[in-house]
């Protein structure tokens, strides 16, 4: 050999040393993948249709028959028994519901309806009133007018009382008895209601104005009621004494005026006949409330 001519380089023996880098990443992909297997949830019926496509693939003609298909969550675990499957509850809410603007427009409309006929029937009233007692009403003895929803026929103490005496003149029954005519064909409420000027009056029979006020009242409901066709439970009798003058209590002409029984024919107002269309619609609300149910499916 020529001495001149390159030597050849002298391999290392045992295996390349990139043997060692690949075998660990070989080793690393099975450890993950082994991983992967362990947390992987078991589907037996899938296993099954696994191992089956298997048997086909690789041509293995050996049937084993299983006694019972294989259960659990991982194929790794060495002692496992089948779990109980809980799907997520679904909360389902069915409910009716009622068309709120539709129903306010109705009570909207109600209430002018009721307010529309309870006007018509207040100035009905009032002309009959009128009719009834026009000698009184020219002679001054008598007043007549409608206020929103009640009728006042206003009493004058000229011609029905004596000065501070509580007692009916006789002639002044018939002039009631009118009025009771029409009260019977009336509805609603009636509210008697006496006053007085503001000169104080102490006497054996009436102590104060009160007395005096709600004495002459009581006289008028007494005479109303005495034919027996009215219930008294349609009378409310009040006395105001001299706290609510028509006029000032400043001259003999205003303090006449101020002495005084009022019958007020009492109509059941919009607000009350509104109060009950609301009342309907709430009850009518809770028993759509009542079929409102919650449903939780599985």
Same mark, same amino acid.
């Given at each position: 050999m020529n001495e001149d001519s390159p030597r050849p380089k002298k391999q290392d023996e045992g295996l390349p040393a990139y043997m060692g880098t690949f075998a660990d990443l070989m080793s690393l992909l099975m450890c993950f993948f082994v991983l992967l297997l362990s947390f992987a949830e078991m589907d037996a019926l899938k296993y099954k249709m696994v191992v089956k496509s298997l048997d086909n693939a690789f041509g293995v003609q050996r049937e084993v028959i299983a006694d019972a298909v294989p259960v659990g969550t991982s194929i %790794?675990?060495?002692?496992?028994?089948?779990?109980?499957?809980?799907? =997520?509850?679904?909360?389902?809410?069915?409910?009716?519901?009622? /068309? /709120? =603007?539709? $129903?306010? %427009?109705?009570? =909207?409309?109600? $209430?002018e309806e009721v307010a529309r006929q309870q006007a018509q029937e207040i100035a009905e009233e009032t002309q009959k009133f009128r009719e009834a007692l026009d000698e009184e009403i020219k002679e001054g003895l008598i007043e007549v007018e409608s206020q929103f929803s009640r009728i006042v026929i206003r009493i004058r103490e000229n011609g029905s009382f004596p000065s501070g005496d509580a007692r009916l003149n006789p002639g002044f029954k018939p002039i009631l008895r009118k009025i009771h005519d029409v009260l019977v064909g009336t509805g609603g409420q009636i509210a008697v209601a006496g006053h007085t000027d503001d000169v104080p009056i102490n006497t054996p029979r009436y102590r104060s104005n009160w007395e005096l006020s709600t004495s002459r009242a009581t006289s008028v409901v007494h005479e109303l009621l005495e034919p027996g066709d009215m219930k008294p439970e349609r009378f409310v009798l009040e006395g105001y004494a001299d706290t609510k003058p028509l006029v000032p209590n400043n001259s003999?002409?205003?303090?006449?005026?101020?002495?005084?029984? $009022?019958?007020?024919?009492?109509?059941?107002p919009v607000e009350e006949s509104l109060t009950r269309s609301i009342d309907e619609l709430i009850n009518e609300h809770d028993a759509v409330d009542g079929s409102v149910s919650t449903i939780i499916e599985r």
């Open positions: %790794i675990a060495q002692e496992y028994s089948p779990g109980e499957p809980k799907p =997520t509850p679904l909360k389902v809410v069915r409910q009716e519901t009622i /068309d /709120d =603007t539709r $129903e306010k %427009i109705k009570v =909207t409309m109600d $209430e003999p002409e205003n303090r006449a005026i101020n002495r005084r029984v $009022e019958i007020i024919v009492l109509k059941s």
